[in-house]
């Protein structure tokens, strides 16, 4: 397979399954997460709230 076909697979898995697709790099410090925007959303929302006093409870 090349590399488009991949990233095409990668891109249905994370959009319709929700399944984060991970990406290894030469390091550990080098890998990325893809996510939906709609959990990037969710997650972000997420950690405002607990940075909200008394919302954590």
Excluded: C, Q, S
């Amino acid at each position: 397979m090349n590399w488009l076909w991949d990233f095409a697979l990668d891109y249905v898995i994370v959009n319709e399954r929700n399944i984060p697709v991970m990406a290894a790099g030469k390091d550990a410090a080098d890998d990325v997460v893809i996510l939906a925007k709609a959990d990037y959303d969710a997650l972000m929302e997420t950690l405002h709230l607990y940075g909200v006093p008394g919302m954590a409870e």
